[in-house]
């Protein structure tokens, strides 16, 4: 029965499709809903009175929940204030992993301290089944002189050449914030974002879920890393626009046949797992301590070979590589 939502974006309200979805059926489910904030979507209003908000969130969470395999996670992002109520309705059907800090400053809105993240809950069905896999960002290092940010002192030699295992406070990936990037809706995600969940909770051809999926983030993702998905929005206009851009994509975020995330032409995303693998296609200085100041860098051939695909994308794609 799930196989006719495989690779699909289906147009319609998300209650009433994901409850003809059997139990245990994907492996994440990813959901970025509306904030009821009053943003201006294409076909919906974002204004719910307080308490039908709550109980219209907890009908879609607890029907994520329940179509997530006991090896899934369940992801969930907004504003904190969401999220505290959110986590009530979780802690009833999930178990608790993290509360991940995605580092995105916004405006000062008067008497308060200013607004300098949004959460991402981070939920699994069984915590003896779960599957995670530990991922690794590059090292952060001075814009000017290349020298690494962080004094490892005396421990230098023991650095991970690509770079420290990722914490749940995220701030190496950035809100999109130039109109020329964005496509029509107001709530967009960057696809390295969704890359980074999927590398580290999924497996290849595992199936990712987003009920909210806007105008593609999760599902690009999905494809670009070789998983398969399903994406539901209510709104026509975003369906459409979603479908445009998975035709353009293929599943070729990798180096040899290692899934990982790129942005910029750069690899951004890793599993540790995979970094014996790995290894062999970077360029690593002889003494490890001279990472303080030497980058590793992706041999020529795997340069050439990524860059060749983004030529290929058209303005319109380049610019939907940051969109939901």
Request: glycine share 4%.
């Amino acid at each position: 029965m799930i196989d006719k939502y495989i690779n699909q974006i289906l147009q319609g309200d998300c209650l009433e499709i994901m409850k003809n979805i059997p139990d245990d059926a994907v492996d994440i489910s990813f959901a970025d809903p509306p904030f009821n904030l009053g943003k201006k979507y294409n076909g919906y209003r974002d204004n719910k009175e307080f308490h039908a908000y709550l109980g219209w969130c907890r009908q879609w969470i607890y029907e994520t929940v329940r179509i997530t395999k006991p090896t899934g996670s369940i992801f969930v992002h907004n504003i904190p204030k969401w999220l505290t109520f959110y986590a009530n309705f979780l802690n009833e059907m999930a178990y608790f992993k993290h509360w991940i800090a995605w580092d995105a400053p916004t405006a000062p809105m008067g008497k308060s301290l200013q607004p300098s993240h949004y959460g991402i809950l981070y939920y699994v069905k069984d915590l003896k089944k779960r599957k995670f896999y530990e991922i690794r960002y590059p090292h952060k290092r001075c814009r000017k002189c290349g020298y690494l940010l962080k004094d490892y002192g005396g421990k230098k030699a023991s650095l991970h050449p690509f770079g420290p295992l990722v914490s749940d406070v995220w701030s190496d990936i950035h809100r999109i914030k130039h109109s020329k990037y964005r496509d029509e809706h107001p709530c967009q995600l960057p696809i390295h974002l969704l890359e980074r969940i999927i590398l580290m909770s999924t497996d290849e051809k595992d199936i990712v879920l987003d009920p909210f999926v806007g105008t593609g983030t999760t599902v690009i993702a999905a494809k670009r890393l070789g998983r398969r998905f399903i994406g539901i929005d209510i709104d026509e206009k975003y369906v459409n626009i979603t479908k445009d851009k998975l035709l353009k994509e293929s599943s070729n975020s990798k180096i040899s046949d290692i899934w990982l995330s790129f942005y910029l032409d750069k690899v951004v995303t890793i599993r540790d797992v995979d970094w014996i693998k790995l290894a062999s296609n970077f360029s690593i200085p002889e003494n490890i301590k001279d990472i303080d100041f030497k980058k590793i860098k992706v041999d020529k051939y795997q340069r050439s070979f990524h860059h060749k695909k983004e030529k290929h994308l058209s303005v319109y794609e380049q610019k939907s590589t940051n969109s939901k």
